[in-house]
């Protein structure tokens, strides 16, 4: 198994473009979330899915877009990109079942700078 | 608010002394506590999950406890190659809320030859 990929490993965006960061899992897990990582602000989620279909935000949603159309795939849309979106994203998934807890596995991350 | 705190932010250790991390939460209902390590340029690595107060899990030097209001990550006779940081989340029995961790900012450990 890969586990959890994603792609690119770096980019840098222009002020106001917009990209997709992809993310996929070949571990079957139904839930899906996205993270950012900045400095002394530890990891911030920014949105997440608990099966093909179904997406919610989480904690920093604004300014990203999510869709879930396979279990594989996770992709996060930055749909004008800012300097403040300067950051690390970490594409996670797991097994998800109401009165369980499970852990979650990371990507590799997607280091992103805004200029 | 469910929230996390690690300390301390940075620990530095020679080879072979054992010392412990904690990670203090308040959360709404536990479903689960998480502790990963995470090395400069990759993702979080998992290490342990816990889920009720008395539980202990352990690998090689690391052991993980739990009590109702904090976790530790004890680490018996570091070795360089432990170098990292520690990562803790918890989980809320939250409705709605999937699979949501909240993360605390993370211990640097540092471990000298």
Not at chain 1, 36 to 44: N, T
Request: aromatic letters at 10%; glycine letters at 10%.
């Amino acid at each position: 198994n890969a586990g959890v990929t994603q792609t690119p490993k770096f980019q840098v965006l222009k002020t106001g473009q917009s990209m997709t960061l992809q993310c996929a899992q070949d571990m079957n897990h139904e839930y899906m979330s996205w993270y950012r990582q900045d400095p002394g602000m530890g990891l911030r989620l920014i949105h997440y899915s608990v099966g093909a279909g179904i997406t919610d935000q989480g904690e920093v949603p604004n300014g990203y877009n999510v869709s879930r159309s396979t279990t594989e795939d996770f992709p996060l849309r930055l749909l004008s990109a800012a300097p403040s979106q300067t950051s690390v994203y970490f594409c996670a998934s797991s097994y998800y079942g109401t009165g369980r807890s499970y852990e979650q596995y990371f990507g590799p991350g997607t280091r992103l700078t805004v200029t | 608010e469910d929230q996390v705190t690690q300390s301390p932010e940075a620990l530095r250790l020679q080879e072979g002394e054992s010392s412990s991390l904690n990670c203090s939460y308040t959360v709404s209902g536990l479903r689960g506590l998480f502790w990963y390590r995470q090395d400069p340029g990759k993702g979080p690595e998992f290490l342990f999950t816990l889920y009720s107060a008395g539980e202990e899990k352990e690998k090689e030097r690391l052991k993980a406890t739990l009590t109702k209001k904090e976790s530790f990550l004890h680490i018996t006779a570091p070795k360089p190659e432990d170098s990292a940081t520690y990562l803790c989340a918890v989980q809320a029995v939250i409705y709605n809320q999937g699979g949501k961790l909240i993360f605390g900012q993370g211990t640097e450990l540092s471990v000298k030859p």
